[in-house]
């Protein structure tokens, strides 16, 4: 099992840049999948960008490509989400998810993660 907690959320002017941390509890933290979600009110959860167990393997919406950049560090237990050129209809609580696998997978629905975090929130303003 995982725990997961975000953090780096606040506010941020469009065209600005913002960094998103996930910290991971457990010790088989580089044996899971991890990905980055984001949910705007009223409206449903949403993929943004997912990286495998290694970080070799990496996948994103067609919305933040380019400007967002999903990393990992396993020593560390920790996934990060560098987003930048942020746009205002980017506001959202961001959750990071996390599953276990035996492969070199990535995963970019939300119902194939198994843990999440509570979120962290990010305002883009105009």
């Known amino acids: 099992q995982v725990q997961l907690v975000e953090s780096g959320g606040g506010l941020v002017q469009a065209g600005g840049s913002l960094r998103l941390s996930c910290a991971a509890s457990g010790r088989t933290f580089s044996s899971y999948a991890m990905g980055w979600f984001r949910q705007a009110p009223g409206k449903e959860r949403e993929f943004v960008a997912a990286i495998n167990w290694s970080g070799g393997f990496t996948h994103y919406a067609d919305s933040v490509k380019g400007r967002f950049t999903i990393s990992r560090d396993n020593s560390k237990n920790m996934v990060y989400l560098q987003m930048n050129s942020a746009k205002p209809e980017e506001t959202a609580v961001y959750y990071c998810?996390?599953?276990?696998?035996?492969?070199?997978?990535?995963?970019?629905?939300?119902?194939?993660?198994?843990?999440w975090g509570q979120g962290t929130q990010v305002t883009v303003s105009s």
């Open positions: 998810g996390a599953r276990y696998v035996s492969g070199s997978l990535y995963y970019t629905r939300r119902y194939e993660y198994e843990y």
